[in-house]
């Protein structure tokens, strides 16, 4: 059983950054891609960024250019770097993975996530 602890949000002024960090068990971390997602209140989750095993990454055109997903495969460990951020990017963000990268696109199929962190941007 997959289990993933989210932390490192927070608060923070627009413009200003944030890294979200990830640490997954219970997998073989290295041949899952990951993804991190967020949850506004009152929207569905939706995808923010994915990375493979092999380390291509893609992005959510809302964060394209400000934001940089990575990953530590001898920590088990994926990474969110939010540069300028915005005052549309609060959420909780989540992270997630699979052996096949369409599945991440469709989050409502994941069975079991972490606890997701906040992360709140005001002046």
């Known amino acids: 059983q997959v289990q993933l602890v989210e932390s490192g949000g927070g608060l923070v002024q627009p413009g200003g950054s944030l890294r979200l960090s990830c640490a997954a068990s219970g997998i073989v971390f290295n041949f899952y891609s990951m993804a991190w997602y967020r949850q506004a209140p009152g929207k569905q989750r939706e995808l923010v960024a994915t990375?493979?095993?092999?380390?291509?990454?893609n992005y959510a055109d809302s964060v394209k250019g400000r934001f940089t997903i990575s990953k530590d495969n001898a920590k088990k460990t994926v990474y969110l770097q939010m540069d300028s951020l915005k005052p549309e990017d609060p959420a909780v963000y989540y992270c997630n993975g699979d052996l096949r990268i369409s599945r991440l696109s469709n989050p409502e199929l994941f069975g079991s996530w972490g606890q997701g962190t906040q992360v709140t941007v005001s002046s």
């Open positions: 990375i493979t095993r092999g380390g291509s990454t």
